[in-house]
């Protein structure tokens, strides 16, 4: 059985569990993935816990720093807990600056726990040539803790919106999407977009689970699934755990 620890937000992890059905649409009931969505919304704020840490990563933590990361630990902790207690066999995250954690998380969890990221990594080291420019959109705590780029260099150059963008389109679309308003959404991320483009990027990861969302809520799956530009780690995870849940 899958875990999935959702709630962050409870958009992305409803979009990730979707997206594992619609991998096994066709099969009779009896064939589709048996799976918990723990859909954890109390869970504090990842941003808030890492905004002291991030403005100074060389800097060591102190006491109020290490209590905020702490606090977020503990809450992830309980969740895959849960679903650990439950007969889950491996556990998902669908949430990029989630993790931030995932180090901490593995240690004190007696089953695996699939690295979204990684995954993201072994499908662009499978389409893109060493020194290609990937661009990246994500909260700012995913991309000042670089949850990405401590995996994707030195072989890869990621590239970034400028702070300008980030602050104004960016953010504002994972916003939206976590508000429910998608049409905004989809078009404050639009200039993002055309920012990396521009900037020479073959793939561009979606690094925010709610990113998707905004982009292509209103399209097919069949869009998702052969967009030669965009890497969904809402997908990539997702069939990840269907390979994974079938070796079971």
Known sequence: MIGILGGMGTQAGLDFCNKLTILNRGKIDQEYPLFILYNKSNIPSRQQSI???????????????????????????????FLEKNKCKFIVIPCNTAHYWYEDLQRKINIPIINMPKEVFKITNNKCKKNTKIGILATEGTLKTGVYKKIFKPKYELIYPSIKIQKEKVNKAISYVKKGNIRAAEKSIKPAIDFLIKNQCKKIILGCTELPIAIFAFKSFNKVKSSKIFLDPNLILAQSSMKKYLKK
Not at 52 to 78: A, F, G, M, P, R
């Open 51 to 81: 905004g002291v840490e991030v403005n100074n990563l060389s800097k060591k933590l102190n006491k109020n720093d290490k209590e905020k990361y702490n606090i977020v630990l503990k809450s992830l902790l309980k969740g895959c807990k």
